[in-house]
């Protein structure tokens, strides 16, 4: 995985100490940015958890993303994936890509919380994420994993494009973020 971002020492240390909690980074992120509708074809929840979603068997795991003009899984189908992954093959590695899919579902609630509280349909949208989340959270303590590390690595993945994006680096650098993810994740 390729880095975009050629930063130096001195620059890496500056982004791995601005990393704050996830309430901070998603309001830096969205000072430039409007945040997606909650509903919609193209909405956090069809993104997220997928139309009618109705518990964590019952979800359509796929929506059609206009922007890439195809049928793309939806985060919490990309969860289901991944521990489908991580039950055939539990390395490290397949647990980080676990846990960094789990982080994505929690991003998205946290934008939710933070920028649709007014929607109308803010209670029933948070009432499927926590439906979501919990039996997640139910999945990786089956499997002696760590949700709150999940947590802790959502923190890092976006809080490194949060920084990148302020400081006029390519926000969205992977092979960054999983270098960032990984020693958040050994420490």
């Not at 359509?60 to 939806?74: A, L």
């Not at 994936?81 to 789990?102: C, F, G, H, S, W």
Request: hydrophobic content about 35%; some cysteine; charged content about 35%.
């Amino acid at each position: 995985m390729t880095t975009l971002n050629n930063l130096g020492q001195e620059e890496l240390s500056e982004l791995r100490k601005s990393i704050g909690s996830l309430e901070s980074t998603i309001l830096t992120i969205y000072s430039t940015r409007k945040p997606r509708d909650l509903m919609g074809d193209e909405g956090i929840l069809v993104r997220t958890l997928g139309q009618n979603y109705q518990g964590p068997n019952q979800f359509t795991p796929q929506y059609f993303d206009e922007r890439r003009e195809k049928s793309v899984d939806t985060e919490y189908a990309e969860v289901v994936a991944a521990l489908e992954i991580y039950d055939k093959n539990p390395t490290r590695d397949n647990e980080i890509e676990l846990l960094l899919e789990v982080g994505d579902v929690i991003f998205q609630k946290e934008i939710v919380e933070l920028k649709h509280r007014d929607n109308e349909n803010y209670a029933e949208v948070m009432k499927q994420f926590s439906v979501a989340l919990d039996y997640v959270t139910e999945e990786l303590e089956k499997r002696d994993l760590s949700f709150n590390k999940a947590k802790q690595l959502v923190r890092v993945k976006y809080g490194s494009r949060a920084w990148l994006g302020a400081k006029g680096y390519k926000p969205k650098d992977k092979g960054l973020e999983r270098q960032l993810c990984i020693e958040a994740y050994d420490a």
